[in-house]
């Protein structure tokens, strides 16, 4: 098990991507589009860059559901290797087969 500090910081930075992804869409589009004077690209840049930190999508790590380790973590599960393996030897994953020989 994570620690909790860790588990929650990230929810956080979770809630904080959430709540400023129209902002920074918006602004990264204007500094992206090449039809705008230099001047209004350059204002976008720091605007974006006057944002929190933690409102960046790549500060988000992911995380096992059930645990919370940041390591060994499988996307389409959404859970760490232990936490996969551990389930799914008791047959909790719907479709996954464990093979042993």
Not at 13 to 35: G, P
Request: glycine share 4%; hydrophobic share 35%.
């Amino acid at each position: 098990m994570a620690k909790k500090s860790a588990i929650e910081k990230n929810n956080r930075r979770q809630k904080l991507v959430a709540r400023y992804a129209d902002k920074r869409a918006e602004l990264k589009a204007i500094a992206m589009d090449e039809n705008l004077s230099l001047e209004e690209r350059f204002k976008a840049r720091l605007k974006l860059s006057e944002l929190p930190r933690n409102s960046a999508p790549s500060r988000v790590r992911n995380r096992c559901e059930v645990t919370g380790r940041p390591r060994g973590y499988y996307r389409k599960f959404k859970m760490s290797r232990i936490a996969l393996r551990d389930l799914g030897s008791t047959g909790m994953i719907p479709g996954l087969v464990k093979s042993s020989w």
